[in-house]
Nanobody, 125 residues
């Protein structure tokens, strides 16, 4: 099993930046592809970004491509989501998640085995 804990959420003005971090503990971190998802009020949880086991391959939702960057640090067992040019529509609870499955599963909520508790990001206009 993997335990995941997010941090770094908060309130920011539109156009600003935030960096989310997710600390993993338990099972071997390198066994998991890691993703970030978000859930906006009244909406289903949606894919934001993912990074493969080696940290080389990254994947993004169209809505965040070019604004968000995902990365992982295998020495520290962490995965980060750097967010720039934030928009009010980015307001959501952001979740870190881990999956043992391959890259074809990275964009799919139910393919992830482990989830953090979430961190709130609020972008004011």
């Amino acid at each position: 099993q993997v335990q995941l804990a997010e941090s770094g959420g908060g309130l920011v003005q539109a156009g600003g930046s935030l960096r989310l971090s997710c600390a993993a503990s338990g099972d071997t971190f390198g066994n998991y592809g890691m993703g970030w998802f978000r859930q906006r009020p009244g909406n289903e949880r949606e894919f934001v970004a993912a990074v493969g086991r080696s940290g080389v391959s990254t994947y993004y939702a169209d809505s965040v491509q070019g604004r968000f960057t995902i990365s992982r640090d295998s020495a520290k067992n962490t995965v980060a989501l750097q967010m720039h040019n934030l928009k009010p529509e980015d307001t959501a609870i952001y979740y870190c998640a881990g999956t043992r499955k391959g890259y074809s599963a990275y964009r799919i909520v139910h393919e992830y085995d482990y989830w953090g508790q979430g961190t709130q990001v609020t972008v004011s206009s």
